[in-house]
């Protein structure tokens, strides 16, 4: 079965430094994968996904993800975090076999000013 | 373009009560989905449709039903709502091509069960 897996329930990081939102995934053949990102009382929003090509994929809010085939991961990052940054973020993997999108449990990201 | 709106934001049912949860997307999408969203869990689909009167159970349907009789609408209803059943609930659409194409998410309905 296909699955993502986020590790970190939390990541906490200052604004202006680099962040890190971890995703790992376990599926069968070439991964569909999706970052998406969830404000407070608000519905998801999509920011990146790794269909095909570069390994490294650009996104909304200046966000980017590497896909990493050895090491099945697809980390978020961002080169300067901001205050607004903070929010609930979710790796997703589309399940070729059903077209059904799995998500992750999700991490929440605390930038501090 | 209104995108993916959902109805009521806002919920509270006494156990046994019935009730519909609206959801309607104006981009002609063929796909749609009911999604339920509980601390630690992160989202987990209830059903989905693939286009008008086609839909299919997902990972957690028990207590749900749906019906997809035209393409901007996709209501799920609760039958006989439980405790358990408190949760946010999210509507998604998105284009045929379901591999490669992006979800777009409703606002959510926060329901609660007493």
Known sequence: AQSVAQPEDQVNVAEGNPLTVKCTYSVSGNPYLFWYVQY?????QFLLKYITGDNLVKGSYGFEAEFNKSQTSFHLKKPS????????????VRDKGTD?????????????P | NAGVTQTPKFQVLKTGQSMTLQCAQDMNHEYMSWYRQDPGMG?????YSVG????????VPNGYNVSRSTTEDFPLRLLSAAPSQTSVYFCASSPRDTSTDTQY???????TVL
Do not use: M, W
């Open chain 2, 52 to 59: 008008a009167g086609i839909t299919d159970q997902g990972e």
């Open chain 2, 105 to 111: 998410f409703g606002p959510g309905t926060r329901l």
């Open chain 1, 100 to 112: 059904k999108l799995i998500f992750g449990t999700g991490t929440r990201l605390q930038v501090f």
């Open chain 1, 40 to 44: 407070p009382n608000r519905g998801l």
């Open chain 1, 81 to 92: 975090a901001l205050v607004s940054d903070s929010a609930l973020y979710f790796c997703a």
């Open chain 2, 43 to 47: 989202l987990r689909l209830i059903h």
